[in-house]
């Protein structure tokens, strides 16, 4: 294959073999020509059946250049900076496992970028694919997530799964907070927009985001862990947060409109506040196991 890649797509997953599957299934149908096109799968240390996915793939001799690394599970920020570390491409993009591209996004992005040499990247919205099978009140859709509102086609960050940078950007700004096992876009943007890098968000560049295959266990506990990161994101952005009147109003709104998706929000919070009460004792219990003596030394208990 000619060596003629424009385009490096990092798809990072972890045990979501039949998502994945439709993933790179509308990835290998890109209306660019196949041969500049070029994806990356970092597997999260799947154990799921993953792996042979990829490799049949790969046995399949598809026309597009496809790479397959394997790790340890480190997170979803670990698995995209390593994505990006054994890509080639000039211009690379993100994807996430549970979304389905349509044809023409890897153009449109690729074409944005090439038409105003200022910008570090570009981004756009998810939609809805099929039913989602936890239904919500209007204001709590599932399918649908909403950014941070900006004058004109400036945000202060993408979507994690739907965006696409120049190289030099991502090695100007640095790779994602690996601390971070969630919101990592959120504590990139703010290096990257105090670069004064410029950025573009288009209605045109949706991806859909599945959310027809998730029930409520699922999603909660998903919120659940997004919950436990938010500490130690809130911790690098040195911000408080008060999660009780945040759970409060969530758990409210669940009851009042009989609401599933408040319930969701509400166990983000419950995350949160497990995740400080567990940072509380972990560091009580540091101290006590090296009390200071009467002498300033620490010592033991015996």
């Known amino acids: 294959m000619p060596d003629t890649i424009q385009v490096s797509i990092v798809v990072p997953t972890y045990n979501r073999k039949s998502l994945l599957q439709d993933c790179l299934q ?14 990356v ?17 790969l046995r399949a001799q598809i026309p597009v250049r496809l790479i397959y690394h394997r790790q340890e599970n480190r997170g979803v920020s670990a698995a ?10 000039p211009f690379v993009g993100f994807i996430d496992d549970d979304e389905i591209v349509p044809p023409d996004w890897t153009r449109k992005a690729l074409n944005m970028l090439k038409a105003d040499p200022d910008l570090a990247g570009v981004g ?6 099929g039913v989602p099978r936890v239904k919500t009140c209007p204001k709590c859709r599932l399918d649908v997530h909403g950014l941070p509102k900006a004058k004109g086609p400036v945000r202060i960050r993408f979507h994690g799964g739907n965006m696409m940078f120049r190289r030099e950007t991502f090695e100007w700004v640095g790779p994602f907070q690996e601390t971070l096992r969630a919101y990592e876009e959120y504590e990139w943007f703010q290096r990257a927009l105090a670069l004064g890098l410029k950025f573009h968000f288009s209605e045109n560049l949706w991806v859909y985001h599945r959310r027809d295959v998730q029930g409520f266990w699922d999603l909660f506990w998903h919120e659940f862990r997004r919950g436990t990161a938010l500490v130690e994101s809130l911790k690098i952005k040195g911000k408080e947060y008060s999660h009780l009147a945040q759970f409060l109003r969530y758990l409210g709104h669940a009851l009042y409109r009989r609401c599933p998706g408040g319930l969701l929000l509400a166990a983000r919070e419950v995350g949160y506040g497990a995740e400080r009460i567990r940072r509380h004792w972990q560091k009580q219990r540091s101290l006590g196991q090296t009390p200071v ?6 010592g033991g208990i015996p």
Do not use: C, M, W
């Open 26 to 39: 509308s990835l290998l149908h890109q209306d660019l020509p196949p041969s500049t096109l070029e994806l």
């Open 41 to 57: 799968v970092v597997d999260d240390g799947s154990t799921d059946g993953t792996p042979e996915l990829v490799r049949n793939l």
């Open 80 to 89: 995209r900076n390593q994505g990006f570390s054994i890509s080639s491409g």
């Open 124 to 129: 756009g919205p998810y939609r809805a694919y």
């Open 293 to 298: 003596d009467g002498s300033g030394k620490k």
